[in-house]
């Protein structure tokens, strides 16, 4: 049997609901042909349209159960002889696109109680060990014992769980060692209930952790492409690796329509400014993670793409009525949610024709009960976005915001730094509780709901061997290096203008681009190796004493160069949230003294706004090794830039 028959099979399989899936594996059937019978057969009903496909709201008590179990600590452990959920809503029609041969298996939800076990188990739980589990905290340190907050916050609060930051991630040793670490704390704290581990792994200018793990392009790169298979594989390659290090949910996908090209926090994180095209990316990265063993976190509910405000630092206003959501913003958690994703985030901003009271998205009871609950029909865990963020605050405590948006039908709550607040946090809700402000019952609800999650997911399970081996390999790398290639967009210009002419060339780069031994950028080496003279300029876009020095030197130098290539880093959201206009002005200069301008928009296309109207203008969305290698390969005419830019350079908000 060739490879392209058994491709065919995997993509059948890959058709399949979760609960034909699990007979095919549990019959452990090895003859393809078999196989191939079996697939006809339970393909044969013709697939559902989008508009048929139920929404998933997981009804696990009406599932038949192997052998009931009363739920104790000790049965906890062993819950995997309970039957799993079955998904009510046959998964959309899509095929499985080719993965490399490392790739895992195919990971399957696991056995889980049924919701009355589970308040059984609820009921015999404190309301502290309760509200713990509410909790997703932030916390500093690269170990367990260099870590002054993990053993007050696991061994005495029992917080349900830890969001993972830079800080906290140095390279797949340590990261698999601290999880490890954690867990093991967990499970011998309280009720013994283990932890999410969660990181933003969004890919390309938002990720954790980079030392020794693949680092794939980001929404809006993938989106590029023009291939939707290109979200599912870098989701599903991506999953192995976090699954490996210990990691059970990533913050993640994006799935804001960014068609505010001035927006200065979103950008790039999104698929792009289509709901068709965001909808269809989104949905195929919330079924790669989940495929692979990932919990998906689809954010920023109701939607944070369309305005030009930054919530970590002010309170956007998205003005739109609920009719104009539902035919945008809505569309790709709608989606999501028919594709079982495991958590959705909140956004720290304003509907107020949504909302008439005033109150912020993460506050309100009308966009998270009425709406995303009962309208949309959602029963996953909804976690705030970070409650120490300005958008969340407006001038109240952490423990203040916290209160209210449980109230409003939030899960979990969600703060980084530092201790005392999640210490407040924690005090806030069960005062609440005792004041009558909360009711227990719904404090239940949640945990039920976070429970399900980590029981669905294998949290309970016995812990697996760690094989390094499989993080970074060689096959996802090329994979990654695949996808960057082709997302390299021509903004502006014409593509004749590569290969660059040279010979001589002086390139002025942002120090987020990795740097060599050299301590010059992997595009500097790559220009060199194919026979360029470069000399190359670093800045440090938050220290303005470095950078008047490299101003100051590119000036001097441009009109000694055959071209100038500068990659801006930032530049829209510190334009629109710092008035920062340097890089808009320098630009400027550098085109008057050298007419022969590249500009690399390395963070975002929209910088392409306010760079000289003549100058050429790449992007590569995002600032990974092989995005870098990628525009190096575009500039030295090895590849064409092919990429589609999914979003327009239209702003309906003025620039400042």
């Not at 670490?181 to 309280?190: E, I």
């Not at 030392?211 to 599912?232: K, L, S």
């Not at 690796?241 to 994006?254: D, S, Y």
């Amino acid at each position: 049997m060739d490879g392209k028959m058994i491709r065919n099979y995997f993509a059948k399989f890959h058709a399949l609901s979760t609960s034909q899936k699990r007979v095919l594996l549990a019959l452990g059937v090895a003859d393809l042909a078999i196989v191939a019978v079996l697939l006809g057969i339970m393909l044969r009903k013709p697939p559902l349209t989008v508009p048929e496909v139920q929404t998933y709201a997981p009804t696990i008590e009406s599932v038949a159960v192997a052998t009931p179990l009363p739920v104790t600590p000790e049965t906890v452990a062993t819950a995997t002889l309970v039957a799993a959920p079955v998904p009510t809503s046959t998964p959309l029609p899509w095929h499985a696109p080719a993965l490399p041969a490392s790739i895992a298996p195919l990971w399957v939800p696991q056995p889980a109680p049924t919701n009355a076990e589970l308040e059984q188990f609820i009921a015999g739980m404190s309301l502290e060990d309760k509200v713990g589990q509410m909790l997703l905290i932030g916390f500093h340190g690269l170990t367990l014992e260099g870590s002054p907050e993990l053993p007050v916050m696991i061994g005495r609060y029992h917080v349900g769980g830890l969001v993972l930051l830079e800080a906290n991630a140095r390279d797949p040793q340590q990261l698999s060692g601290l999880t490890t670490q954690l867990q093991t704390l967990a499970r011998s704290s309280g009720a013994g209930i283990p932890l999410f581990l969660s990181l933003n792994h969004e890919g390309g200018i938002v990720v954790r952790i980079t030392q020794g793990v693949t680092e794939f392009p980001g929404n809006m790169a993938v989106a590029a492409t023009g291939d939707p298979d290109n979200a599912y594989i870098a989701a599903a390659l991506a999953a192995q690796e976090l699954r490996v290090l210990g990691l059970n949910m990533n913050l993640a996908p994006v799935l804001d329509i960014n068609d505010e090209p001035l927006n200065p926090v979103i950008g790039v994180r999104s698929f792009g400014a289509d709901a068709d095209l965001v909808t269809e990316y989104g949905r195929l990265t919330v079924q790669g993670f989940q495929d692979y063993g990932i919990i998906a976190v689809a954010k920023h509910f109701p939607g944070h793409g369309s305005v030009a405000t930054d919530s970590h630092i002010a309170l956007p206003v998205l003005d739109a009525s609920l009719d104009a959501l539902w035919a945008h913003e809505l569309k790709p958690f709608a989606a999501a949610i028919d594709n079982h994703v495991g958590g959705i985030m909140t956004a720290h901003i304003l509907a107020p024709q949504v909302d008439t009271n005033g109150l912020p998205a993460t506050f309100s009871p009308v966009i998270l009960n009425d709406l995303l609950r009962q309208e949309m029909g959602y029963d996953g865990v909804i976690m705030t976005d970070s409650l120490g963020m300005a958008g969340a605050s407006g001038g109240q405590s952490q423990a203040e915001a916290a209160v209210l948006a449980v109230k409003a039908g939030a899960d979990m709550l969600v703060s980084t730094t530092p201790m005392s607040a999640h210490i407040a946090i924690w005090e806030a809700l069960i005062a609440a509780v005792h004041g009558g402000e909360l009711s227990e019952s719904q404090i239940d609800r949640s945990v039920l709901r976070i429970l399900r999650l980590k029981y669905t997911y294998g949290l309970f399970d016995a812990a697996q061997p760690v094989d390094l081996s499989l993080v970074g390999t060689a096959a996802f790398q090329a994979t990654a290096d695949h996808m960057a290639r082709a997302s390299v967009t021509l903004v502006r210009g014409s593509s004749a203008s590569f290969p660059l002419a040279g010979p001589r060339l002086l390139v002025v780069s942002p120090d987020q681009l990795s740097l060599t031994h050299s301590s010059s950028s992997f595009l500097a080496d790559a220009l060199q190796a194919h026979g360029y003279a470069v000399r190359e300029l670093i800045f440090n876009v938050a220290d303005q004493s470095n950078r008047e020095a490299v101003v100051a030197d590119a000036l001097a130098l441009a009109g000694d160069y055959d071209q100038v290539i500068f990659g801006e880093w930032e530049l829209v959201k510190r334009h629109i949230n710092n008035g920062d206009f340097w890089q808009e002005r320098f630009t400027a200069a550098l085109y008057q003294r050298n007419p022969n301008l590249v500009v690399i928009a390395w963070h975002n296309p929209a910088a392409a706004l306010f760079c000289p109207p003549e100058s050429t203008v790449l992007t590569a969305y995002g600032n990974t090794p092989a995005q870098v290698k990628a525009i190096a390969a575009v500039l030295t005419g090895e590849v064409s830039p092919t990429g589609t830019l999914p979003f327009n350079l239209i702003s309906e908000n003025e620039a400042p």
